[in-house]
């Protein structure tokens, strides 16, 4: 049970208070952008594919016979919501062999895009978490992370498109 504590509260974030996952998206940040100076795009993929299965082991065994499906102290499924809404970012500098951080204004449009739609629950984020399980509370962020990217690149596309 400690390994699947370490991975679900993301080494004990999901224990800080208040808003545990505002916390466990802060995190995901620096990670995010050391996974992509290490590996580019490829290692930020392997990373979300990691917490992924990871979170949802941990999550099932964390919360194995709790009526609680979705505890606010694990935050792993975050991290992984946070990494997917990063990789539009994460793609172009990779392929145009740019600074990622020199999209800073991205960065900012990605976290709050994925903390409204991570806490809103719209659509296919409400139905994945209201599976009630394991699998659901991964997928809500997963899916939160998908349309925080397409709001990442329709605001790019906004910019570089309209406003330039």
Known sequence: MRAAALIGTVLGVGHIRPASGTWGSLVALP???LLHVLGG????VLGIVAAFFGGWWATARMTAGSDD???SHIVIDEVAGQWIALLPLSYAAWTRGMDVTAMWP???AAFVL???FDIWKPWLVG??????DALGVMLDDVIAGIF??????????????VMT
């Open 31 to 33: 990670w995010g952008w």
């Open 41 to 44: 795009l490829p290692l930020l």
């Open 69 to 71: 499906h979705d505890p």
């Open 106 to 108: 991205g960065w900012i």
């Open 114 to 116: 994925f903390r409204l």
């Open 127 to 132: 139905w994945a978490d209201a599976r009630g």
């Open 148 to 161: 925080a990217a397409v709001g990442v690149m329709a605001l790019a596309g906004l910019y570089h498109g």
